[in-house]
């Protein structure tokens, strides 16, 4: 489908483009360790979905995205983009991992503001960065409208599919796992408002092997809540606060965090347990902050987030995770940061503390400013019942660690 569209684009860019520009934008991440036996050493509380991560990743992560825009003589704009990703373990080759991203999308055919696209790719994802939890992660196949004005809301539509091959049948079947997801945005002067809704469907199936797929669904409701404006209101500083809430049943049970894209372990565990997965149900509160001064500045996160999947995958826990990372801008192009945060599993009473520090490298003052060259302290303590279970082998019998090293970040 994306080759044809794509030699359609090409052929309107011979014939009608008045302009047509290529650029790039993406992602770099590369950590080192200054002890070589704790070059993946990272530490993240069983259970929890994310970790603090301030000196605290496992792996090279980079991800290269190339677009362009055909502007044509009718004032229309297509937007197509091709990202692939890259990564490997901490020190080792930096190999090509997955295309997370090949769509076109289409601006300008209205007056309305409205855009439509196809082709894979990430849809509206939403991030708390200093723990890198995409809490919609909404990704994939398909095709979608974005943000047409209906007056006093804009709505936005995805439609992303998945026919999964499981690779534990032998003849090469597959199955259909498909994904409805509606945004309503209300706009403020202060900031914006989401409803977001999302109904998943697995379709059954009968394998020629004799196993089967009952076929499943589920859904899922939130509203989120993005404020511009308090911290200039109470600090006088820039910043934003987002706040979420979540609720999910059956299939949606991720609460906008997965799609059918890479789902096939699911699928997979689908095959043994039937319709179970029809019992699940979770929900999330969320609250992060970024705010800054030219001398100082902060991000913090909070979640917590109760998940009843016992049924199907044998788990039932609540999540709790706070945390938070002040910079402080001693130079233009230095600054100093700590990071302190706690992550507890109540029912399996999982605890880990996790706190660093770093000393930054950057081109200019703020914390969203990138480039930066780290040199990072971190250090992890966790419950006795947790042993094994964090920092890899080498912390195998310890209920604490620590890692020295230094950090690359970079988004363009």
């Known amino acids: 489908m994306n080759k044809v569209l794509f030699l359609l684009l090409f052929v309107a860019n011979s014939t009608l483009a008045l302009e047509n520009s290529f650029g790039t934008h993406g992602y770099l991440r590369i950590q080192t360790s200054l002890q070589d036996q704790k070059e993946n050493i990272c530490f993240k509380a069983p259970g929890a979905n994310t970790k603090y991560r301030l000196g605290n990743e496992c792996e090279t992560w980079g991800e290269l995205s190339l677009f362009q825009d055909i502007k044509l003589d009718n004032g229309v704009v297509i937007h197509n983009e091709f990202m692939p990703v890259f990564s490997a373990p901490n020190n080792k080759t930096i190999d090509y991992f997955r295309t997370d991203q090949l769509y ?3 601006f300008n055919l209205f007056e309305n503001s409205v855009s439509f696209w196809v082709g894979r790719r990430w849809h509206q994802r939403f991030d708390s960065h200093i723990t890198d939890y995409f809490f919609f992660a ?4 398909g095709f979608g409208m974005n943000k047409l004005d209906l007056g006093e809301v804009k709505l936005s539509y995805s439609f992303m599919f998945n026919n999964i091959d499981p690779a534990t049948i032998p003849e090469g079947e597959d199955t259909l796992f498909t994904s409805h997801d509606l945004r309503l945005l209300k706009e403020f002067e202060r900031g914006e408002l989401t409803l977001f809704l999302n109904y998943m469907q697995l379709d059954g199936q009968n394998f020629h092997s ?17 404020d511009t404006q308090i911290f200039k209101d109470l600090l006088g500083l820039e910043g934003a606060n987002i706040a979420g809430l979540f609720y999910g049943e059956g299939l949606a049970r991720g609460l906008g965090t997965y799609t059918p894209y890479l789902q096939e372990p699911f699928v997979e565990d689908m095959i043994n347990k039937g319709n179970a997965i029809e019992d699940s149900k979770a929900y999330r509160f969320i609250n992060y902050n970024d705010f800054q001064s030219t001398d100082w500045g902060v991000m913090s996160n909070i979640v917590y987030e109760y998940k009843d999947d016992a049924s199907f995958s044998n788990t039932k826990q609540t999540w709790f995770s706070i945390g938070a990372r002040p910079y402080w801008f001693f130079h233009k192009n230095v600054r100093a940061l700590v990071e302190v945060g ?12 996790k706190t660093g520090t770093a000393l930054e490298f950057a081109l200019d003052k703020g914390i969203w400013k990138r480039p930066v060259l780290r040199l990072f302290y971190t250090h992890a303590s966790w419950s006795e019942n947790a042993k094994a279970l964090i920092g890899t082998d080498y912390y195998a019998d310890k209920t604490s660690g620590s890692n020295l090293g230094v950090q690359l970040e970079y988004w363009w």
Not at 342 to 353: A, I, P, S, T
């Open 104 to 106: 076109s999308e289409v």
């Open 138 to 141: 909404m990704s994939g196949d």
């Open 210 to 226: 004799g196993e089967k797929i009952n076929a499943v669904d589920g859904y899922a409701i939130g509203l989120m809540y993005k």
């Open 342 to 353: 706690y992550d507890k599993v109540k029912n399996e009473k999982y605890n880990l503390l």
